[in-house]
């Protein structure tokens, strides 16, 4: 599942825990055999002045556990900050896929995420319960097409309520794009 790629992540990007690239940081990321690690320093960001996060996984056959920490100041006021934590259980059978994701960021509520695949195409839910009360939730279907050894093309279609009820709550997406992984 790649949270940048696919909307497997829907549900914790409800709570703002994902807001895409980061600018101005330092990554470290490594496997030890059936274990990985992970941490990335951020700062002088024009969203975040400082941050940072940690990952940790363990594979043990088709099945991969991972744990992961954020905590990010974001710019403004000592009070703006966000700490947010995440289990995830995925892995593969054959040409299936699957994937679990709860996410909890302080003040703002928690999220569930499901991912299920077979053979490039997928299908994610995700819903976040927000401390405000309010559950939104989405609903993504979507192919991805392999065009020779590192090009793909990937199409979807997603559902998403914000649960605010207002005449603008549901938003019907189609996305298409082109990868090429160098």
Request: proline share 2%; charged share 20%.
């Amino acid at each position: 599942m790649d949270i940048a790629w696919d909307s497997g992540g829907t549900g914790a990007s409800f709570l703002g825990t994902y807001t895409g690239r980061t600018g101005e940081a330092l990554s470290y990321d490594s496997t030890f055999g059936q274990f990985g690690v992970s941490a990335t320093m951020y700062q002088g960001d024009d969203t975040y002045n400082d941050g940072y996060e940690l990952g940790a996984t363990f594979g043990a056959g088709p099945v991969k556990v991972g744990v992961g920490y954020k905590d990010a100041d974001f710019s403004g006021t000592a009070a703006d900050t966000s700490k947010a934590y995440g289990v995830s259980l995925g892995g593969k059978l054959g040409p299936a896929e699957y994937g679990f994701a709860y996410t909890d960021r302080d003040n703002t509520g928690n999220s569930i995420d499901l991912h299920l695949g077979y053979a490039g195409a997928y299908l994610a839910y995700g819903q976040a319960d927000l401390d405000s009360g309010a559950k939104p939730n989405s609903v993504s279907v979507g192919y991805t097409l392999p065009i020779g050894k590192k090009t793909s093309a990937w199409f979807e279609a997603q559902q998403s309520d914000d649960d605010l009820g207002t005449k603008t709550s549901e938003v019907t997406k189609l996305k298409a794009a082109l990868k090429y992984d160098f």
